[in-house]
């Protein structure tokens, strides 16, 4: 029974702790770790079908260099912020329309929203906008430009960190609130309310719509959503070079690591994937409990 | 006492040593301490199972002490039953009873107590005890040996769990000797530590059969009863009882469950009993006192355990020890510790502990389970804490042969093990902690450390008092080489 006590194999050794049994307590049976389990469930990733799922963070990184570009296109005065204004409505209403398309196919039995009611929202989220435009041009007047570019520069950064990239639709509230924030911040240090008040439109339209359409696009035309990404990637890199080459440049750098380099990495990394399972594990409840409760 | 030991005769440890501590090592009487941050008034599995084993080790003759972190208001030195001593050292509370660790700071409190109390071998408990892990860390500073009793059944999957995984292999690299509570259990730590498994023993817990035992009379016969006693935790997976409960009490209108403990859980119960009208069929105890769990017990016919995770699991041994019928999840070390015919085994889903209990229920109808006294008698040898203590005993015998490794074999051995980041680390931190030591011998050497009184063990004063009743023919015996 104790530790050093000669073996007596006999009888073969099980595992069970009723029985006494004629083994030393330390005894290594060859059965020891006959149950362990190695990388149950692993997911076998193949290159290119994640190098499309990556696709959608590389557009919104796009995304948001867009939007700088736009906006230094504003502060130099180069985009009158009517036209800005014109644009974006017209995308809004294409938009729109090839949402109510690809919503159309997929879901007849719940209630959809009407369009009155889309119209009651975008015309409480405008009015207020340009109502409030005047006050936000002026909000950060008393905090130093550095400041504020910092600040932005932040924001952003945590939008595209926090980014519900499985879930896009509706965009998280943090991600949201984040790049509203930095729009914000940008908004208020154009030369006008006008001004501030067509950049924050764009910026609902870039942070808050377009991920929702883009879902869509996804769930219902994957051709055609990879075909986008990879526009929104090329848009993005030429706005950004027509204003700064070098920015151009490290943005299709972070392009091809994030879509192309990731991917692979991952995919490489996956066969030293060493994952052990065994009778130790805490078991999971998969059923539904909550049906007793409710 | 180790460092000192080590210097007076270095190379040949086991053969000089056994000449100078003749009294101690020549009739195989170990000094030892058992450290874990978990002891009373704290509740709970290695409580007892620390407490029990101790009284056992002092009633073969060894000199054993405990130390603890001190509990609110209980701190310094206070005497258990049979002259075992506790220190409650004054050491800060982190979380969930467990101590901070700086790796540094418990070194006087510990030395103090391994140098006053002659420590030899120093045992500590429980992987999720900050303080047992500080203890073997400075044992093995001042060359004392070292076991260690994980009591606990640990994943691999998340963030949390590789960096405690980490922290046990630097831990258990260079600790003597490991003693696991099941074979799941040894395995299981096996990996988590990369350990040999040659130096890690299996011995199960125990149970007082004289505290189980069954009472038939107490059982009301109009009625099925299933006793479920467990901290209401997600561990311990009240949500699938939850989801029992209302199935059962649907289809049989006779049966009543009999639940003790109290946790954050209890909610779900609540909500169940209120929204199925069950207030007259399930009883919530509350949290119940180790003497008052008998008294429960006796009053059902099945006793259920719906753990997620499980090393060795008392409870079902306690209910099968009271007689009644076990039906538990097929978790962790449970296949292990009772015979098929003793329990049923289902997987953790509620179907699955439906099914199980319907089986059993229906045996209970017909009359064809084995009656409590029956299942009593079969159980109440199987697990005792005289079997216990003896089999830890072989291991401190084997322990005492064995050598601590001098610090630059041990440095060696925390980098080749534990990896070159985390190795480095610790074999640095293992030197600062011998640089503390040496200070701390430099400002109070060892040799001016006044030796404490003993209790228990080979020299022991507490023998004038009852223990000489219990063991009369064995102190008379041993009295030769004390007096």
């Known amino acids: 029974m104790g530790p050093d006590s000669a073996p007596g194999p006999a009888v073969p050794w099980q595992k069970v702790l009723w029985e006494r049994q004629p083994f030393p307590d330390n005894y290594v049976d060859q059965r020891f770790l006959e149950e362990l389990r190695r990388n149950e469930g692993v997911r076998q990733y193949r290159y290119w079908s994640v190098v499309k799922e990556a696709g959608f963070v590389g557009q919104q990184l796009s995304c948001v260099a867009l939007f700088i570009t736009l906006w230094l296109y504003m502060e130099q005065g180069l985009l009158s912020p009517e036209m800005l204004l014109l644009t974006s409505l017209v995308c809004a209403l294409l938009g729109y329309g090839l949402h109510q398309v690809l919503t159309s196919q997929i879901e007849p039995g719940c209630e959809p929203r009407t369009r009155l009611a889309d119209l009651q929202s975008a015309a409480i989220f405008l009015s207020f906008t340009f109502g409030f435009s005047p006050v936000l041009k002026t909000l950060t007047e008393s905090v130093s430009t550095d400041t504020v570019y910092a600040m932005s520069a932040v924001m952003l950064l945590a939008h595209l960190v926090s980014f519900p990239y499985a879930q896009p639709s509706p965009p998280g509230s943090l991600s949201l609130n984040a790049a509203l924030f930095a729009s914000v911040c940008l908004a208020s240090r154009l030369p006008g309310a006008l001004h501030t008040f067509a950049m924050l439109s764009c910026a609902l339209l870039v942070f808050a719509l377009w991920p929702c359409l883009l879902q869509r696009l996804r769930e219902n035309a994957p051709n055609q959503f990879t075909g986008v990404c990879v526009g929104m990637c090329i848009g993005g890199v030429g706005g950004l070079g027509t204003q700064s080459l070098g920015g151009a440049m490290l943005l299709a750098i972070a392009l091809g690591s994030v879509t192309l380099l990731c991917p692979l990495l991952l995919v490489r990394l996956q066969r030293h994937k060493d994952n052990i399972h065994g009778p130790w594990d805490e078991a999971e409840i998969h059923e539904d409990l909550s049906r007793f409760l409710h | ?483």
């Open chain 2, 1 to 483: 006492m180790g460092q000192r030991r080590r210097v007076a005769n270095p190379p040949s440890q086991g053969v000089a040593g056994a000449r100078t501590d003749c009294v101690r090592v020549s009739d195989r009487k170990h000094n030892i301490c058992m450290v874990s941050d978990f002891f009373y008034p704290n509740m709970g599995g290695v409580e007892s199972h620390i407490y029990q084993l101790s009284q056992c080790l002092i009633q073969k003759g060894h000199k054993v002490v405990i130390a603890t972190h001190a509990y609110d208001r209980r701190k310094g030195v206070r005497y258990l039953t049979n002259g075992l001593k506790v220190y409650y050292l004054p050491l800060q509370v982190m979380y969930n009873q467990s101590t901070a660790t700086t790796c540094f700071h418990s070194l006087p409190l510990l030395r103090c107590v391994f140098v006053r109390e002659r420590i030899t071998v120093v045992h500590a408990h429980s992987s999720f005890s900050a303080m047992a892990h500080d203890a073997l860390f400075h044992a093995k500073t001042m060359g004392l040996n070292t076991v260690f009793t994980d009591h606990s059944l640990f994943g691999f999957a998340d963030v949390s769990s590789v960096l405690t995984n980490k922290l046990l292999t630097v831990s258990l690299c260079d600790t003597n000797h490991i003693v696991c509570v099941s074979y799941t259990s040894k395995e299981n730590t096996v990996l988590r530590a990369t350990l040999n498994p040659e130096i890690v023993s299996v011995i199960p817990n125990a149970v007082d059969p004289t505290d189980f035992t069954p009472d038939p009379s107490q059982r009301q016969e109009d009625r099925i009863t299933i006793v479920v006693i467990s901290r209401l935790v997600y561990r311990k997976g009240i949500d699938l009882l939850g989801g029992i409960i209302p199935e059962l009490c649907l289809k049989h209108p006779d049966l009543h469950f009999l639940i003790g403990g109290e946790g954050p859980k209890r909610i779900v119960l609540e909500e169940v009993r209120e929204k199925y009208q069950l207030h007259d069929r399930v009883q919530l105890l509350g949290a119940l006192e180790h003497k008052d769990v008998r008294g429960v017990l006796v009053q059902g016919h099945i006793f259920l355990n719906t753990s997620l995770t499980e090393a060795f699991c008392m409870a079902i041994v306690e209910g099968a020890s009271c007689g009644l019928q076990v039906v538990s999840t097929r978790v962790g070390g449970i296949p292990e510790v009772l015979p098929e015919d003793l329990i049923t085994l289902c997987e953790p889903t509620v179907r699955s502990l439906c099914a199980g209990l319907e089986t059993v229920i229906a045996q209970q109808r017909s009359g064809s389970l084995p009656s409590p006294a029956s299942i009593h008698a079969r159980v109440k040898n199987l697990y005792t804490w005289k079997n216990v203590a003896e089999r830890t005993e072989k291991v401190y015998d084997r322990v005492a042969g064995e050598e601590v490794l001098p610090l630059d074999r041990r440095l060696w051995r925390l980098r080749a093990h534990c990896g070159p980041v985390s190795g480095s680390i610790f074999a640095f931190v293992a030197v600062l902690d011998f640089l503390f030591l040496l200070l701390l011998q430099w400002l109070v050497p060892d040799r001016l450390m006044d030796d404490a009184v003993d209790a228990t063990g080979p020299h022991r004063l507490w023998r004038q008092e009852t223990i000489v009743k219990q063991t009369k023919s064995r102190s008379h015996s041993k009295g030769a080489t004390s007096s």
